[in-house]
């Protein structure tokens, strides 16, 4: 029997440090515009006596949290590779991705508590404030996502904070239409209607975006990936008379991985295990593979269970 791992190194990786390390100072802006417009939509929202405003502004508080929360995780998976973390850090990025869709679900479902309560009895709310720090979000809506949107092809954390801030953006039309209403027809109940649309968006959002980062953590195998093709190559190469026990799984959002049993009557095992490797890394993208070379009389797994029964 053997047993062999296989790594693919990206001759780019060089390339992506360096673009991560100059990322830095955009996602720093991003952050600094959004704490600055919470904070001016929050206060104003006080002020206006309009739920929509703060939920607006509690949503770009939690984009500059999920900022924040990614930036931090990028540096973390920078890190090297050790003997007890070998796989590297880089899943750093997909548990703070996850966590940041858990604290938006728990956003939105309080928006839509606090707008259910004022349905009933909406209270006067200030139109002209509420569509003059609605058009400020709108601008630094459009402005975030301008900041982040190269960062948003390599990490799919910037990714979620890049497609939230178009979301936003959106969101922030829809508060500057409310305000309008409000203050030409003195139509209050707008704003709890629109808080609770808000509040629909983000978990709309999230329903899009969080399955493929729960299949990662899971260790679920890639998305569009087939394991019956996988299984069938692997059996088609000279010398394998099976191929068994397959887990493909991603290590992070740029790596995936295998593992798997061959089956091998005779012949060279360095040979064929090198071609499987070249199979899973050529026609599956898949970068990292274990191997495990079995005879036909001397399975492994026959070996284990005979081994459990004797004890």
């Known amino acids: 029997m053997g047993h062999s791992h296989g790594h693919a190194h990206s001759p780019a990786h060089g390339h992506h440090h360096h673009h991560a390390l100059g990322g830095d100072g955009a996602i720093g802006w991003a952050v600094a515009v959004n704490l600055a417009l919470t904070a001016a939509q929050i206060f104003g929202g006080l002020i206006a006596d309009s739920t929509a405003l703060i939920a607006d502004g509690v949503h770009n508080l939690s984009d500059a949290l999920a900022l924040v929360l990614a930036f931090g995780a990028r540096r973390l998976a920078r890190r090297a590779a050790t003997p007890d973390f070998s796989f590297g850090w880089g899943r750093a990025e997909i548990v703070a991705a996850f966590v940041n869709y858990l604290a938006l679900i728990a956003v939105s479902v309080w928006l839509a508590i606090e707008a259910f309560g004022r349905l009933a009895d909406p209270p006067q709310v200030a139109g002209g404030l509420v569509m003059a720090l609605a058009g400020f979000a709108l601008i630094v809506d ?170």
């Open 142 to 311: 459009l402005a975030t996502a301008a900041l982040v949107f190269r960062l948003s092809k390599d990490s799919v954390n910037i990714r979620a904070a890049f497609l939230h801030n178009l979301a936003d953006a959106g969101v922030s039309v829809a508060v500057i239409l409310g305000g309008a209403l409000i203050w030409a027809f003195g139509w209050n109940l707008a704003d709890p209607i629109l808080t609770l649309a808000i509040s629909v968006v983000i978990l709309w959002h999230i329903a899009l975006e969080i399955g493929p980062v729960f299949r990662m953590l899971m260790l679920a195998a890639p998305p569009g990936s087939d394991p019956s093709r996988v299984i069938a190559a692997l059996r088609d190469l000279p010398g394998v008379h099976d191929a068994h026990h397959l887990h493909l799984w991603q290590i992070d959002e740029r790596r995936s991985a295998a593992s798997v049993h061959l089956v091998v009557g005779a012949g060279d095992f360095a040979a064929i295990t090198l071609r499987a490797k070249d199979v899973l890394r050529r026609d599956f993208d898949i970068g990292h593979a274990t191997i495990e070379i079995e005879k036909p009389d001397a399975c492994a797994d026959d070996a284990v269970t005979a081994r459990d029964e004797a004890s």
